[in-house]
C-alpha cells in the first residue's frame, strides 16, 4: 500500500530523516517508535506533504506522494492527527467532524450523508454524547478522540496517528486504543507513532524502530522488545518498568 | 552627478537614522510579544506633543525634555499594556489587532479633540541649521542630531539585550516563550516590561520628531507605515534586521525623489510597494527568523 | 423550512427596498443610501473576518470601485446600474490577486499586507493625473446621474442582495471549510481543503461586493477623489461595524452598520464642531468590543434570550 524508498530530509545541516525505505500493506498496523527526535513526526509531515523530501520517493499505491499539497495526499485517502492536537476551536464537535466527511474526497457528499458519516466516525471513537459541545471546551482526551473522528469521517484509507495517547488518562486510553482497533479491523491501514510499548505491543503487526532519522530495526512486537540494540539505544532502562 | 549621488548617499544616510527611531521601539515589542502595535505611530504623536508643550510653555529644549518624555512613555505604555492588551493575550490574533487599532483611533482623536488638526513644531536653532560640506552638498543639522541619536539608542538597546539580567530574560521570551516560562521567567511580565521600553522608545521618537516633522494629530499613521515596512524588510524580530531595514527605505525612498520625475509624490508610496514586494518574495524578511503564519 | 423563510424575507427586503424610497423625506433616503454601503463593505469584510482573513484594505476597493465607475461612465456614458459590472469584475479581480499573491501570510501579515495595498492604491490614484485627474479628482457627468431614489432603491437592493449572499453562504458547505481555516490552515488541508482555492474566492467575493458600495459612493457624490476613495475611515468603518453588531454572523453587520451610523449622526449632532468625537467614539467601540463585547450586540441579544450559547459562530474567547 504504502512504499517509502530512501527517503531523506534535512533541515539546514541536520539530517531528520535518512536514507529510510520501509512498507506498509493493506490492512497492516505499523507502530513507530523511537528516542524524541529521531524524526518520527517528519516522517509523518513527509507522507502528508506538508514538507518535502529532499530525496527519494513515497508511494501510495504506486502513486508518488512527493510534490503533492497536503489537501491533494488528502483526498488520495490519507488521513492524519496532530501529535498537538488542533480541533477548531469554534465549531461544535459534529462541525468539526462534518467538515472531515465533506471535502475529503474528490466526488460531491451530500450534507446528509456527511452528516451520516460524522455520526459513524463520532460513534466508533465514543464522542457521539458531545457533538454539540465545541472544539474548545474538550478536555485533551476527548480532543485526541475528535481528531480521531475527524480522520475517520474523511474515509481514509491509511490513517497516521501522532502520539494519540500521549496526555490520556488509563481509562482513556483503554477506550482510545478499542476505537483503532475497530478501526484496523474494518481495513483500514494505520501506521502509529506511540510512545507507550504497551500500546504498541497490543496493537502493532510489526514495528519500525527509528533512531537519529535511522532505520535502528524492523520486526515484531515480541522481536522488538527482546532485541539488544533497541532495549540499548531507546529504551535504555527495564521493559517492566516502561510497560506500566 | 558625483555630487547628486553623494547628496543622495548623505540624505539616506540621516534620513535613515530617523526611520530607524520610528520602528525600533515597534519591533521590539513584536519581537518580545508577536503582537504589532498599530497604536505605535500614535505613541510617536504623543511624544511630539509632550515636548511642544515642554518647549512652548516650559522652554525646555526637545533634547532634553527627551528623558522625561521617554519615562512618560514608559510608564504610559505600561499601563496601556495592563488595561488592554495583557486581557486577551490567549484570544485569536484578530482581537490583538482590532484592539490595538482601536486604541490608535482612540489616542488620535483625544489629540484631534484637544489639540485641533493644526500643525505645529519646535523650533529649537538647531533645526534650521544645515552644514554644506561643499557648495552643494547639505547636511542637516536636525537630522544628523535624530541620526546620532538613533545610533545611541540602538547601541543601548542592543547592550542592554546582550548584557542585563533583563535583558537576558527578554531575549529569552522572545526566542521562545515556553522555554522562557518554564526556566522561571515571568512572560507576562517580560511582555509589559517590553512594551513600556517600546513606547518610551517611540515617545523618545516623537520629541525628537518634534523639530523634524509638522505635529499633528495625523502625524502617527505615516510613521505607522514605514515603520511597518521597515520591520518587515529587516525580518520583524531582529534589531539588526530593522536598522538595515530602515536604511533601505530610507535610501529607496530618498533615491526615487531625487532620481524619478515628480519624484517626491511617489516617494510617498515607496513603503507600501516595498511592503508588499518584501511580504510576497521574502517573507522572512532580511534577517528574520518568524514565519509568516503567526 | 428555514431555507423557505429566508427566501420570503429576501423577497419581502427587495419589494420594501423598491417602494419605500418613493415615500421617504429626502434626508432620511440619503440616510439609508449611506446605510447601504456601510452594509456592502460591512458584510464584505465580515465573509473575509469569518475564514481568517483580517482585512485592512476594504477603502482599496472601495477606491476601485468607485474610480472605474466614474471614469467608465465619463468616458462611455454607460448608465449607473451597469457600471456595477466592471467594477465588481475588477473588485473580484483584484481581490483575487490579491489573495493569490499573499500567498502563504497569515493573520497579521496578511492585514498589513491589504492595508499596504490599499494605502498603494491611492498613492498611484494621485500620481496618474491623466487618468485619475489626481489630487483634484473626477466629477461624473450630471447628465448621466440618476435621481435620488431610483438612487436609494438601487443601493438598498443591492444591501439586500450582500446579506441574503453572506446568509447562503453560511449556511452552505463552504462555511464548513471557511470556519475551521479561520481556526488552522494547515489543519484543514488535512481533511482535504485547498485553503488557497477558498482563500481566492472569498477574497474576490469580498472586494466585489466591496467595490459596489464605491459605485454607488462615485454616483451619489458625484465627485471623488484619492483621499476620500482611498479613506481609511472605510476601512475603519468597515471592521467595526461586523466587530458591533457580531462577528461572523449574518445580522452581526447589519446590525452594526444602522448602529455605527446612528451613533455617527448624534456625534455630529451633539459635537458638530469637530471630526474627532466620531472617529474617538469608533476607537471606543474596536476597544471596547474587542475587550467586553466579543460576540456583540447580536451576541448580547441571544444571550439574554437563552442562557446557553453553543452557536459556532461566537469567538472562542466568549466562553
Not at chain 1, 13 to 42: C, H, Q, W, Y
Not at chain 2, 111 to 140: H, K, Q
Not at chain 2, 182 to 196: K, P
Not at chain 3, 75 to 99: D, E, Q, R
Request: charged share 15%.
Amino acid at each position: 500500500m504504502l512504499k517509502i524508498r530512501g527517503v531523506s530530509k534535512r533541515y539546514g545541516g541536520v539530517a531528520a530523516i535518512s536514507d529510510l525505505s520501509f512498507d506498509l500493506a493493506r490492512g497492516e498496523v505499523l507502530g513507530v517508535i523511537g528516542p524524541n527526535g529521531a524524526g518520527k513526526t517528519t516522517l509523518l509531515n513527509l507522507i502528508t506533504g506538508y514538507n518535502a523530501p529532499n530525496e527519494g520517493s513515497i508511494l501510495l499505491e504506486g502513486r508518488e506522494l512527493r510534490g503533492l499539497a497536503p489537501y491533494e495526499i488528502c483526498r488520495l485517502g490519507v488521513a492524519r492527527t496532530f501529535q498537538v492536537v488542533r480541533p477548531f476551536a469554534e465549531m461544535t464537535v459534529n462541525d468539526n467532524v462534518m467538515t472531515g466527511a465533506l471535502f475529503a474526497s474528490d466526488k460531491w457528499i451530500s450534507a446528509q450523508d456527511a452528516a451520516l458519516r460524522a455520526e459513524r466516525a463520532l460513534d466508533m471513537v465514543g464522542l457521539l454524547h458531545k457533538r454539540q459541545a465545541l472544539g474548545s471546551d474538550l478536555t485533551i482526551g476527548e480532543k485526541k478522540k475528535l481528531e480521531l473522528a475527524r480522520a475517520l469521517a474523511t474515509k481514509a484509507k491509511l490513517l497516521l496517528l501522532d502520539e494519540v495517547m500521549s496526555g490520556l488518562t488509563g481509562s482513556e486510553i483503554d477506550a482510545v486504543m478499542d476505537a483503532i482497533e475497530r478501526v484496523a479491523d474494518s481495513g483500514v491501514t494505520i501506521l502509529m507513532i506511540e510512545h507507550l510499548v504497551g500500546v504498541i505491543l497490543a496493537l502493532a503487526d510489526r514495528v519500525l524502530v527509528l533512531n537519529f532519522g535511522r532505520e535502528l530495526f524492523q520486526g515484531t512486537p515480541e522481536e522488538v522488545i527482546a532485541h539488544p540494540d533497541v532495549i540499548e539505544s531507546y529504551l535504555g532502562q527495564p521493559l517492566e518498568r516502561l510497560q506500566t | 552627478m558625483a555630487s547628486l549621488i553623494f547628496q543622495i548617499v548623505v540624505d539616506s544616510l540621516l534620513l535613515g537614522g530617523v526611520y530607524t527611531l520610528m520602528a525600533v521601539g515597534l519591533s521590539l515589542a513584536f519581537g518580545v510579544t508577536r503582537i504589532i502595535n498599530f497604536a505605535h505611530g500614535d505613541i510617536v504623536m504623543y511624544g511630539a506633543y509632550a515636548a511642544f508643550f515642554a518647549f512652548v510653555s516650559l522652554n525646555i529644549d526637545p533634547l532634553l525634555s527627551l528623558l522625561f518624555v521617554a519615562i512618560l512613555g514608559a510608564i504610559g505604555g505600561y499601563l496601556l499594556f495592563k488595561l488592554t492588551l495583557d486581557r486577551i493575550l490567549d484570544a485569536p490574533g484578530i482581537n490583538q489587532v482590532l484592539l490595538t487599532f482601536g486604541l490608535g483611533l482612540v489616542l488620535q482623536n483625544v489629540a484631534v479633540i484637544l489639540w485641533t488638526g493644526d500643525e505645529r513644531s519646535t523650533t529649537p536653532s538647531y533645526a534650521f541649521d544645515s552644514w554644506f560640506l561643499s557648495d552643494d552638498i547639505v547636511v542637516a543639522k536636525g537630522r544628523l542630531i535624530a541620526f546620532g541619536l538613533a545610533v545611541a539608542f540602538v547601541v543601548l538597546l542592543l547592550a542592554w539585550l546582550r548584557w542585563s539580567e533583563l535583558g537576558r530574560a527578554t531575549r529569552a521570551v522572545s526566542q521562545n516563550r515556553a522555554a522562557a516560562s518554564l526556566m522561571g521567567i515571568n512572560v507576562r511580565a517580560m511582555y509589559a516590561l517590553s512594551f513600556g521600553l517600546s513606547s518610551s522608545f517611540g515617545t523618545a521618537t516623537g520629541a525628537i520628531m518634534s523639530f523634524l516633522l509638522p505635529i499633528t494629530p495625523f502625524m502617527g499613521f505615516p510613521i505607522l507605515v514605514k515603520a511597518f515596512a521597515i520591520i518587515i524588510l529587516g525580518g520583524l524580530d531582529s534589531i539588526v534586521g530593522t536598522v538595515i531595514g530602515a536604511f533601505l527605505l530610507a535610501t529607496a525612498e530618498t533615491t526615487i525623489a531625487y532620481v524619478v520625475p515628480q519624484g517626491i509624490g511617489w516617494a510617498e508610496g515607496v513603503a507600501f510597494f516595498l511592503l508588499v514586494i518584501v511580504l510576497i518574495v521574502r517573507p522572512t524578511g532580511i534577517l528574520g527568523t518568524v514565519g509568516r503564519d503567526a | 423550512m428555514i431555507a423557505v423563510r429566508g427566501w420570503i424575507i429576501i423577497l419581502g427586503s427587495l419589494v420594501v427596498a423598491l417602494v419605500a424610497p418613493h415615500f421617504l423625506p429626502p434626508g432620511f433616503s440619503d440616510w439609508l443610501t449611506r446605510l447601504s454601503t456601510l452594509i456592502l463593505v460591512a458584510a464584505s469584510w465580515n465573509m473575509m473576518a469569518n475564514a481568517g482573513l483580517i482585512s485592512l484594505g476594504h477603502s482599496g476597493f472601495w477606491g476601485l470601485g468607485a474610480y472605474s465607475a466614474a471614469l467608465l461612465a465619463n468616458a462611455f456614458h454607460i448608465p449607473f446600474w451597469l457600471s456595477i459590472v466592471p467594477a465588481m469584475l475588477l473588485g473580484a479581480f483584484f481581490g483575487a490577486c490579491l489573495a493569490y499573491i499573499t500567498g502563504r501570510l497569515r493573520g497579521l501579515f496578511f492585514a498589513i499586507a491589504t492595508l499596504a495595498t490599499s494605502e498603494a492604491l491611492r498613492v498611484v490614484a494621485l500620481m496618474v493625473p491623466k487618468l485619475t485627474g489626481g489630487a483634484e479628482g473626477v466629477f461624473v457627468f450630471d447628465q448621466i446621474r440618476p435621481d435620488r431614489i431610483t438612487m436609494t432603491s438601487f443601493s438598498l437592493c443591492l444591501a439586500v442582495a450582500t446579506v441574503a449572499t453572506s446568509y447562503f453562504l453560511s449556511r452552505s458547505r463552504y462555511q464548513y471549510a471557511l470556519r475551521a481555516m479561520r481556526d488552522s490552515e494547515s489543519a484543514v488541508q488535512m481533511l482535504g481543503v485547498n485553503p488557497a482555492r477558498f482563500r481566492i474566492g472569498v477574497t474576490a467575493l469580498s472586494g466585489a461586493i466591496a467595490s459596489c458600495a464605491g459605485v454607488i459612493t462615485a454616483w451619489f457624490t458625484g465627485y471623488i477623489d484619492p483621499g476620500s476613495a482611498f479613506d481609511l475611515k472605510i476601512t475603519i468603518s468597515a471592521q467595526i461595524a461586523p466587530l458591533f453588531g457580531g462577528l461572523y454572523t449574518v445580522t452581526g453587520p447589519v446590525v452594526g452598520s444602522i448602529a455605527i451610523l446612528a451613533l455617527s449622526e448624534l456625534t455630529r449632532l451633539y459635537f458638530n464642531y469637530s471630526g474627532g468625537v466620531g472617529l474617538l467614539v469608533y476607537g471606543c467601540i474596536l476597544v471596547f468590543g474587542v475587550l467586553m463585547m466579543p460576540s456583540g450586540l447580536v451576541g448580547l441579544w441571544k444571550r439574554r434570550r437563552k442562557p446557553v450559547v453553543t452557536d459556532a459562530a461566537v469567538p472562542a474567547r466568549a466562553k
